[in-house]
């Protein structure tokens, strides 16, 4: 028994140097395993009571767990010990200074396109107009028929056309908005339509089966197409930021009596004559003209006591104006080259 004891003794002492080394909670795991485990030196002398006699077996039984209580007590303060010097370490060595300038991030942002769309739509809204977005897929009544196109006529084969198989189309302009707009109210009536259309068609650098259209619509009574040279001089003037020339040529829109093409006194040359005007001076622009009777009379407005003016222009083309751009495709390239210089 005496002999028990002593190794008992013995174990504690040299546990509490043994704990002295320890430096990290990995070596006092090891040294929990080593000391109390179930190879450990104490389990085996707690092995060999079972050869002691009763009384003896109480007594070295008492010390025993005595010890084991101690040497759990030892190990768990240690490990204290180890973990607020752990903590306070961290406090030294992974401190942040607040107060350094920050290196800065660059969020995303919003697409050229939309960016530009936005930039149009308040040109017209501080001019009075009013935004009204489009049906992206319409019926063919509002993108054909209310437009002074019935079914068969002809000019409808200048827009290629895409149709779903329940015969709704993917609207090819933006004017599919017009009957609507003319009937929801009464003149003065002021809007514009900026939206996306689709065409059937090959794509190259000018012609993309997906872009950006602005319709307007401006009808009252007493509207002149010189209110409409001057509307739409006005917005491009702000446009571009300086003063253009802006000239009115007669073409054909089923929609328009008269029609025709606004053209711009060419952005980049200045009206000089350069590759892209075609050493005109000039770039057409967008369509136009005075609302047809017949399309005033659909949505129910008396042609004789108002008359208005429409137009519509391809965004995707004033922005490669402003910004010197060569080829329409890029706008839909999702090349991040392109999109991040704006
Ligand atoms: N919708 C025509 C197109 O896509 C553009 C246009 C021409 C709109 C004349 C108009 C207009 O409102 O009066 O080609």
Redesign the pocket.
């Known amino acids: 028994m005496e002999k028990i004891l002593i190794k008992l003794e013995k174990h504690i002492t040299s546990a509490q140097e043994g704990l002295k080394k320890i430096d990290c909670e990995k070596k006092l795991d090891e040294f929990r395993v080593k000391s109390m485990g179930r190879k450990s030196q104490l389990t085996n002398i707690l092995r060999s009571i079972k050869d002691l006699k009763t009384e003896e077996k109480v007594l070295v039984g008492k010390k025993a767990n005595e010890i084991k209580g101690k040497l759990e007590n030892m190990i768990e303060n240690k490990m204290a010990e180890l973990q607020k010097k752990k903590v306070s370490k961290l406090a030294e060595t992974e401190w942040i200074d607040v107060t350094v300038p920050g290196k800065g991030h660059k969020p995303g942002h919003l697409h050229p396109t939309t960016q530009m769309m936005e930039y149009a739509e308040d040109i017209f809204q501080d001019m009075g107009f009013e935004i009204v977005y489009p049906n992206e897929i319409d019926d063919d009544y509002h993108n054909f028929t209310s437009l002074n196109m019935p079914e068969g006529h002809p000019a409808r084969d200048a827009?290629d056309t895409f149709w779903t198989e329940e015969e709704h189309v993917m609207i090819?302009?933006t004017?599919s908005m017009q009957n609507r707009i003319l009937k929801s109210g009464s003149p003065p009536i002021r809007a514009i339509v900026p939206g996306k259309c689709f065409r059937n068609e090959a794509t190259d650098a000018r012609h993309e089966h997906t872009f950006y259209?602005f319709?307007g619509v401006y009808v009252d009574k007493g509207i002149t197409l010189s209110d409409m040279i001057g509307t739409l001089q006005a917005f491009f003037n702000s446009f571009y930021e300086r003063d253009l020339k802006v000239k009115f040529t007669p073409d054909f829109?089923p929609?328009?009596e008269p029609?025709g093409m606004v053209s711009l006194e060419c952005v980049l040359c200045r009206g000089k004559g350069c590759r892209v005007c075609k050493y005109t001076g000039w770039l057409e622009i967008?369509?136009?003209?005075m609302i047809h009777p017949n399309v005033l009379k659909e949505a129910g407005i008396d042609h004789k006591t108002y008359t208005g003016f429409?137009?519509?222009f391809g965004l995707e083309r004033l922005i490669m104006l402003k910004y010197n751009i060569e080829d329409v495709r890029l706008f839909h390239s999702g090349d991040l080259r392109f999109v991040k210089q704006f």
Request: charged share 5%; hydrophobic share 40%.
């Open positions: 827009w090819t302009h004017s259209q319709e829109f929609f328009v029609g967008l369509g136009c003209g429409a137009w519509g």
